[in-house]
Structure formats: C-alpha cells, structure tokens
C-alpha cells in the first residue's frame, strides 16, 4: 500500500480508486468499437485481472486489519499486565505498612502495660511498707501506752498506800 494513515482509511481509498478504475475500465470497453466478441473476451479477461487485483488488496487490508488488531490487543494486555503488576505491588505495600503499624501498635500496648505493672508494683511496695511503718507505730504506742499505764498504776497504788498508812488521815 502506499498510504501510511494509521486508522485504515488509506486501504478503503484504495479499494474505492480500484474499484472505480475497474468500473471505468468496463465502460471505455463496452463503449469502444469493436467487434461484440472481442469485447466479451476483453472484459472476461480484464474483469479476471481486477478481480485478482481486488482479491489481492482486500487480502492485504484483512492483513493489516489483523495485524493492528493483534497489536492493539497485545499493548492493550499489556498494559493491563502492567496495571495488575503495579496493583499487585501497591497491594503488597499496604499489607506491609499495615502488618507493620499493628505490629508498632503491639508493642506501644506492651511497653504501657509493662509501665502501668511497674507503677503498680512501686505503689503497692510503697503502700506495704507505709502499712508496715503505720502497724509498727501503733505497736510501739501501745507498748509506751501499757508501759504508761504500767507506771500510772503503781504510782497511784504507791499514793494510795502512803496515804493510807499516814497518821490523821
């Protein structure tokens, strides 16, 4: 073919230009003087050569029509590879960052328990140790108490004898 368009165009114009080359082609022979059976010996002959070169240029066009259409389905797959690839990869990203974040989110949620189980054993040892202070406390003003008691009593019993035992009392 000798037209480089790319949409097909160009082999429509040249089956059109055949065509109409074989139609004037039939008329300058029905309307030539010659003798009727020259005239059907030369249309059967030319209508065969148009009829070959007719078969032979649609046979080209049906070629290019199928070789661009093999190539439009070929980048048309692929692109589509190239998309489910690149889909394929975003996927594969997400999954990662994800599994990552839930994997940072664990441990957070970890160390802050370890802190709060930390802070809660320093303020229960506190507590034990103020509770221990506290009973030691009271223990030792109990003791100081009886032994207050202790000395209050025999002071008195000590009074209560001189006084009971002076004269004129």
């Known amino acids: 073919m000798g037209s480089n368009n790319s949409d097909g165009s160009g082999g429509a114009f040249l089956v059109g230009v055949l065509v109409g080359g074989a139609l004037g082609a039939l008329a300058a022979l029905l309307l030539a003087p010659q ?3 020259e005239t059907r010996t030369l249309i059967a002959e030319k209508s065969a050569d148009y009829a070959n070169v007719v078969k032979t240029k649609t046979t080209e066009v049906a070629d290019v029509v199928k ?8 980048a048309v797959k692929q692109n589509a590879t190239e998309f489910g690839e690149k889909a394929s990869g975003t996927v594969e990203q997400l999954k990662t960052k994800s599994s990552e974040v839930a994997a940072n989110l664990a441990d957070k949620a970890t160390e802050t328990v370890n802190q709060v189980k930390e802070s809660a054993t320093i303020a229960i040892n506190k507590g034990k140790a103020l509770v221990e202070a506290g009973t030691t406390a009271v223990q030792e003003a109990i003791s100081d108490g009886k032994d207050a008691a202790g000395d209050a009593k025999s002071h008195l019993q000590a009074a209560v004898a001189e006084a009971t035992n002076e004269p004129g009392a």
Do not use: Q
Not at 67 to 74: F, H, I, L, R
């Open 35 to 37: 003798k009727g059976e």
């Open 67 to 74: 070789t661009k259409s093999t190539e439009v389905a070929d």
